[in-house]
């Protein structure tokens, strides 16, 4: 069975830095497009960012853009999400998200993935 496993999460300062990372397993993702999305209590859960199995199409919600990166190394099926000039409201759950190569729907929106990581809780204190 395809499980998602996010780490790196944690409390971080505003203005620091954190790495999150999702190792994929029971399946190969070097062809998927995988991302992130995020979750604050009480709050939608939100894009923020994907990357295409090539790895040079990435794209970002306006909100992270210029501050988060996300890289992947397929040969390890992993993705990375590098958070720069980290604000309070960044904190959430972040979920790591994959699809399959024919899976249908926006890459923007939740519903075009159908692998979900159980999330990785990232804290930013003022």
């Known amino acids: 069975q395809v499980q998602l496993v996010e780490s790196g999460g944690g409390l971080v300062q505003a203005g620091g830095s954190l790495r999150l990372s999702c190792a994929a397993s029971g399946g190969t993702f070097s062809r998927n497009t995988m991302g992130w999305f995020r979750q604050a209590p009480g709050k939608e859960r939100e894009f923020v960012a994907y990357?295409?199995?090539?790895?040079?199409?990435?794209y970002y919600a306006d909100t992270v853009k210029g501050r988060f990166t996300i890289s992947r190394e397929n040969a390890k099926n992993t993705v990375y999400l590098q958070m720069n000039s980290l604000k309070p409201e960044d904190t959430a759950v972040y979920y790591c998200?994959?699809?399959?190569?024919?899976?249908?729907?926006?890459?923007?929106?939740?519903?075009?993935?159908?692998?979900w990581g159980q999330g990785t809780q990232v804290t930013v204190s003022s």
């Open positions: 998200v994959a699809r399959d190569r024919d899976y249908t729907g926006s890459r923007y929106s939740a519903r075009g993935y159908n692998y």
């Open positions: 990357i295409m199995w090539d790895g040079g199409i990435t």
